[in-house]
């Protein structure tokens, strides 16, 4: 066992041990569903642990780093998951964690823009006015006399969520070996595209350019809009942008206060988000409360674009056609759509799925948000998943995040709302417009008109493939030699490395592999 891989078990054990001595273990000890080697992993985990009264879930997402704090921020969203105390203690993640002190934050400024910070701002607020898990923000007046808002990575952010991610992934692969339920799922895949979306997060260069994109698709989008980005104040570390004037989406006494309409908010924000993930494919994967706000004139500001989402034109397709489905009780139809994505294997019965679709379905269909079982359909869809063998979709994981955010602002604002009823409308419309027979003869004529433009540069890939004889001579094929760790001794058994390397890692991984799940939050989805 090489040393690294002790320094990652040590690491998952850890943040096991932080959860219990938070309390944060205990809800999930306790629940009737919870399996039993679980329940006793975490009976050793909190084992001489002085807990609190009450579980500090914040405090142990803080204390286990970044990437938990992330997972803390979308279940503040979902009280009706979680309880609404727990979503209360959760919401301090949003943007109330200890602040960078302030002499770091000029360094990162100045060393950054290699000017003295004075050059750049005619007043800076040393005092933050949020504080998250990658950065904070302060308020600042441009020396050309604008209000903006400065965003600064913390120092070592970076560092911090390499460390981090390099566990997951060792952890990740770890599982994957294992089979069965674990290989279903693609955990490594899975934290791969974690890697590249934290990685893209904590390149503000990147967010800026996000934030200006965003705000090219929402223009004609009323009551929705993006701050406008400072490019000569922003870099890699930094970034600025206009300063917003409002009220958390999550304040609702102060937006009840304000005369704003809470229902018709709530409506705006599911079809600003439809508009983005299905119109646009492309999306703010990071809608939190602490990044929606509400101006004087009632428009819904975003902020924080470290985390975006993409999804193709066929995605978007199946995904638009799926909750259409699910909407009208077109149950045949949304089977069919996950058989001609090959999210679930063709040996299966297109009929039985419809079937077992109508099972989850039926049951949420007419009803609110507050008066759905979540954990009911969240058990009838994981089963779905495992009896028809289908394999977890990483491209469309941020997707699924998001929407659970969405819905679970939308319902604060609203506790009334029925996000079906309220998707249906904007669905069935992009449904016809996209898949109308107009919308279907045009589509037909731009896919074949590429295909004849790349004609000629296909025939030239096959003369570079197959050049005529006469060149070099091919050459031979190369024997294929096991490698030391996969052979196997004289009994058929593996070799003494591959096995007593098997035995030390399997007594961390059973304890460890659980941990990755609590914290990176993306085995639930």
């Known amino acids: 066992m090489a040393f690294s891989d002790l320094v990652h078990i040590r690491r998952l054990l850890g943040w096991g041990r932080t959860l219990a001595r938070h309390g944060a273990l205990r809800g999930i000890e306790r629940d009737p569903n919870t399996p039993g080697p679980v329940r006793r992993l975490f009976r050793i985990a909190r084992f001489g642990t002085i807990q609190p ?6 405090g142990a997402f803080r204390a286990i ?27 301090a993640l949003q943007d109330k964690l200890p602040p960078v002190d302030f002499a770091a934050i000029r360094h990162e400024i100045e060393s950054s823009f290699e ?16 504080a998250a898990s990658i950065a904070q923000v302060h308020r600042a007046t441009t020396v050309d006399g604008r209000k903006v808002a400065v965003k600064v990575l913390r120092p070592g ?16 692969a770890h599982l994957e070996a294992f089979g069965t339920e674990a290989h279903r799922l693609r955990p490594r895949l899975v934290i791969a595209n974690f890697r590249r979306w934290s990685m893209r997060e904590l390149d503000l260069r990147r967010e800026a350019a996000s934030a200006s994109e965003l705000a090219d698709l929402m223009h004609a989008f009323p009551g929705y809009r993006v701050p406008t980005i400072d490019w000569d104040r922003t870099n890699g570390r930094v970034m600025t942008l206009d300063w ?38 492309y999306f703010h994967a990071d809608m939190h409360q602490g990044n929606l706000f509400v101006d ?7 902020i924080d674009f470290g985390i975006m989402g993409r999804i193709d034109r066929r995605a978007r397709q199946w995904l638009a056609e799926i909750l259409y489905g699910l909407t009208t009780g077109n149950y045949h139809r949304v089977a069919e759509i996950h058989f001609e994505a090959q999210y679930v294997p063709s040996y299966h019965s297109l009929e039985e799925f419809a079937t077992a679709l109508r099972a989850v379905g039926e049951p949420m269909r007419g009803k609110p948000v507050k008066d759905l079982s979540v954990g009911q359909m969240l058990d009838g869809l994981f089963a779905i998943t495992r009896d028809f063998d289908m394999q977890t979709q990483p491209h469309l994981l941020l997707l ?14 609203d506790p009334d709302i029925n996000m079906w009823d309220t998707a249906a409308p904007f669905v069935r419309n992009w449904l016809r417009d996209e898949l109308g027979p107009e919308a279907a003869i045009a589509e037909r004529m731009r896919v074949d008109a590429r295909t004849l433009i790349r004609i000629p540069d296909l025939v030239r890939r096959i003369e570079d493939k197959f050049p005529p004889k006469g060149g070099a001579p091919e050459e031979p094929p190369l024997p294929e030699i096991p490698l030391m760790w996969d052979r196997k001794d004289g009994h058929g058994g593996s070799c003494w490395v591959g096995t007593v390397a098997t035995h030390l890692l399997a007594a961390g991984c059973g304890a460890a592999i659980f941990v990755l799940g609590v914290t990176s939050g993306w085995w639930a989805l």
Request: net charge negative; glycine share 8%.
């Open 400 to 413: 699924q995040k998001t929407m659970v955010m969405v819905e679970g602002i939308a319902t604060q604002l």
């Open 65 to 91: 780093g970044p990437a938990a704090i992330k997972l803390g921020q979308t279940l503040a969203t979902r009280p009706d998951l979680v309880g609404e105390s727990a979503a209360h203690n959760l919401l």
């Open 115 to 130: 000017r003295p910070l004075e050059s750049l701002f005619a007043s800076f607020d040393p005092e933050p006015v949020g």
């Open 53 to 58: 009264a009450d579980p500090d879930y914040a």
């Open 157 to 172: 952010v970076r560092e911090k969520f390499a460390a981090d991610i390099a566990t997951y992934e060792w952890a990740a």
């Open 296 to 302: 004087p004139a009632g428009d819904i500001v975003a």
């Open 244 to 281: 917003i004037d409002g009220v958390k989406i999550s304040e609702i006494d102060q937006i009840e206060a304000a005369g704003h309409d809470r229902k018709e908010l709530a409506q705006r924000l599911v079809l600003a988000f439809l508009t983005q993930a299905i119109s646009g494919g």
